[in-house]
């Protein structure tokens, strides 16, 4: 089955710019979705087919995808920011759904 | 606006069933697909099971095929998870989800989630 690889912890300082990387085979020929998870909420979406950004996420956030990893990118972080990431992907071999293992985001 | 709140869980033992149910709001339920997603306390996000706006089309993790139902009740706006065999590796708080664009078949991803409800399977 297909396999998501995502760094367990990233940290930044305020007003820098995080990368939170999601690795997979050829992962650039799929769409690729990021989520935000904070402490005990459900997750919100927060890129959409690589880089599309639902209503209301600011533009702060930002996707990308090519090869062999798709990257969430964060511009100006700011406190309200630390969360889990999780990427994820449609598994057009195994009709599956697959989530990266989430990437912790503090901020210092 | 949106609203998904799912519904049934609790404490269980292991082998037995449960039901859990996620009623929809604010949206047209039978234009979308939805999916089930959990999470083991402490860990990540584990998808479960999608199925399509009509019912036709309906997909599973490998760790619940053949122990888990998805199925909808679209006159009355809800999703459900039948689950049976359950074992102690199920506990997790349930999500329930709706896809982010309408007649996906199973293939969108999901944007909008409900809040969740804890099953725990113990002895």
């Known amino acids: 089955s297909y396999v998501l690889t995502q760094p367990p912890s990233v940290s930044v300082a305020p007003g820098k710019t995080a990368r939170i990387t999601c690795g997979g085979n050829n992962i650039g020929s799929k769409n690729v979705h990021w989520y935000q998870q904070k402490p005990g909420q459900a997750p919100v979406m927060v890129v959409y087919?690589?880089?599309d950004r639902p209503s209301g996420i600011p533009e702060r956030f930002s996707g990308s995808n090519s090869g062999n990893t798709a990257t969430l990118t964060i511009s100006r972080v700011e406190a309200g920011d630390e969360a889990d990431y999780y990427c994820q992907v449609w598994d057009t071999t195994s009709y599956h759904w697959v989530f990266g293992g989430g990437t912790k985001l503090t901020v210092l | 606006q949106v609203q998904l709140v799912e519904s049934g869980g609790g404490v269980v033992q292991p082998g037995w069933s449960l039901r859990l149910s996620c009623a929809a709001s604010g949206f047209t339920f039978t234009n979308y697909g939805m999916h089930w997603v959990r999470q083991a306390p402490g860990k990540g996000l584990e998808w479960v099971s999608v199925i399509s706006d009509d019912g036709n089309k309906k997909y599973y993790a490998d760790s619940v095929k053949g122990r888990f139902t998805i199925s909808r009740d679209n006159s009355k706006n809800t999703l459900y998870l039948q689950m049976n065999s359950l074992r102690t590796a199920d506990t997790a708080v349930y999500f329930c989800?709706?896809?982010?664009?309408?007649?996906?078949?199973?293939?969108?991803?999901?944007?909008?989630w409900g809040q969740g409800t804890l099953v725990t399977v113990s002895s």
């Open positions: 087919e690589n880089s």
């Open positions: 989800a709706k896809d982010v664009a309408i007649y996906c078949g199973g293939e969108c991803p999901p944007d909008y």
